[in-house]
């Protein structure tokens, strides 16, 4: 598939009749966390909350929305994204009798591509400064059906509470930017969880008919069909990073001079960016006028009813140090990922591997071989050490080591308990210790080393 090019929304057809299932009922468990981390000020915003719809019946809706360049815009989400999402929901659904599941999906594709738009609208209408990702659920319990909205690069993930895995009940993508539009049979559904809008790598040019490079920053030089001959370092396989720098490209917005441009380092930092432009990292957020996309995608799923299953919502501060598919792992059992906390990539264990004789100068000593506690007292010496020059900030000190601290507190408190003990969080069910988990992951994120505000949502889903 060429990602320059998109599929045409299809018209909305007769939804198939596929009603509720009266035998099954989901009950939610919600908690969510924002903190700080090692930023001046917390710029991220997270929120959730149960509703009962008279016609649709029980829901529940989560966010979280990612601020950079001021918090205005994510507050501004906070406070707007589900009055937004009700107003147009209810006037949908007043035109919509047939309480199908089939019909629900339709009108939700149409509520959350007007919701999106109206969002934007609001931050250029009151001149708002900076921008914000945002992910956005709505669950409907009664219809076992979930809907997302991503604009960004934070991240949703369903997953199985028993063993961490994600699960793989995503049926129908819609990404409004370009109207392209996904269907999954159900032998092979895409996994539960959202992709980040962002470039991945530098491009690579490959059997280049005209010189390109010649082309870099002149007006009128752009032409999407020279996707054919670009590739993007470290791309996905469906190549979601190279389509989003076409789609980048290809807008009047964000390109509007429609020059050829490539993706570079940002001025003193390692983060991409799309040619020398100070642009955000990720390419869709809210406001950022002129500088990103604005238009999310959707992602239609079932919640499975066969196990019990939680929904992660988290903004980038997690995937800063935690690699998004050991996120439900973290959650599902932390007794276990606590233990390889400080695996080969973690910074100051990689910077350890090259640099030995200087960690004995400085005292830090070796790195340990007798268990989690001995690395986290190893971890805490580093940063105590020489955390001033080699975290960002004093403020990463601290937050940091106070992270460590917690960590080495919950192993010696819950790890010598047995796992029938009630009082041991490690191993109590889930939705008892939600929020531990949820608090257990933060600190985990932190003490690999995320410098970043930290917001996340869980929201646990037992069948009964």
């Known amino acids: 598939m060429d990602p320059s090019q998109g599929e045409p929304v299809s018209t909305r057809k007769k939804p198939a009749v596929v009603q509720p299932r009266p035998d099954v009922t989901l009950v939610p468990v919600c908690t969510s966390v924002s903190i700080q981390g090692g930023r001046s000020k917390n710029e991220d ?11 649709w019946g029980p829901t529940v809706f989560c966010m ?16 707007e994204t589900l009055a937004t999402f009700q107003r147009h929901f209810e006037a949908e659904k007043s035109d919509n009798l047939d309480t199908s599941t089939g019909n629900l999906d ?8 007007t919701m999106n738009r109206e969002l934007q609208s609001y931050c250029q209408e009151r ?13 409907f319990l009664n219809y076992e059906r979930m809907y997302v909205l991503n604009v960004g690069d934070s991240r949703f993930i369903l997953f199985d509470v028993d063993t961490g895995e994600i699960c793989q009940t995503v049926h129908r993508v819609v990404d409004f930017e370009d109207d392209m539009e996904r269907d999954f049979p159900p032998d092979d559904l895409h996994p539960s969880h959202s992709h980040l809008h962002k470039v991945l790598g530098k491009i690579k040019i490959k059997n280049n008919p005209v010189n390109l490079k010649s082309m870099e920053g002149k007006a009128g030089t752009w032409n999407a069909e020279f996707a054919e001959y670009l590739t993007m370092a470290n791309d996905t396989p469906d190549r979601r990073g190279l389509r989003e720098y076409v789609l980048f490209l290809n807008n009047s917005e964000t390109n509007s001079p429609q020059a050829v441009e ?3 380092h940002r001025a003193n930092d390692e983060e991409l960016v799309i ?13 950022d006028i002129g500088m990103t996309l604005h238009m999310g995608e959707i992602y239609i799923c079932s919640i499975p009813t066969d196990v019990e299953t939680a929904i992660f919502v988290g903004c980038d501060g997690f995937e800063e140090s935690i690699r998004y598919s050991l996120i439900p792992k973290y959650l599902s059992n932390p007794q276990a990922q606590i233990n390889s906390l400080l695996s080969a990539d973690h910074k100051f264990v990689a910077m350890y591997r090259q640099y030995k004789d200087w960690f004995i100068h400085q005292r830090i000593g070796t790195f340990p071989q ?19 020059s080699h975290l960002p900030s004093t403020r990463d000190c601290e937050v940091i080591a106070g992270a460590v601290q917690w960590l080495q507190w919950a192993y010696n408190k819950y790890s010598n308990l047995g796992e029938d003990d009630p009082n041991n969080k490690f191993h109590k069910p889930f939705r008892e210790s939600a929020r531990f988990r949820l608090k257990f992951l933060v600190q985990c994120a932190l003490a690999r080393l995320s410098s970043d505000n930290i917001s996340g949502v869980v929201i646990d889903f037992t069948p009964s």
């Open 45 to 55: 915003t997270a929120e959730y909350m149960s509703l009962e719809d008279s016609v």
């Open 64 to 79: 979280v929305a990612d601020g950079h360049g001021g918090a205005s815009v994510s507050k501004m989400l906070k406070r």
């Open 106 to 113: 339709l009108i939700m594709e149409s509520v959350l591509r």
């Open 127 to 139: 001149s708002l400064s900076g921008g914000s990702t945002l992910v956005a659920v709505f669950a």
């Open 262 to 264: 490539f993706v570079n």
């Open 275 to 287: 040619s020398h432009r100070q642009l955000p990292s990720t390419t869709r957020a809210f406001g």
């Open 370 to 388: 007798g268990g989690i506690l001995h690395e986290l007292n190893w971890l805490l010496r580093c940063v105590n050490l020489v955390g001033h």
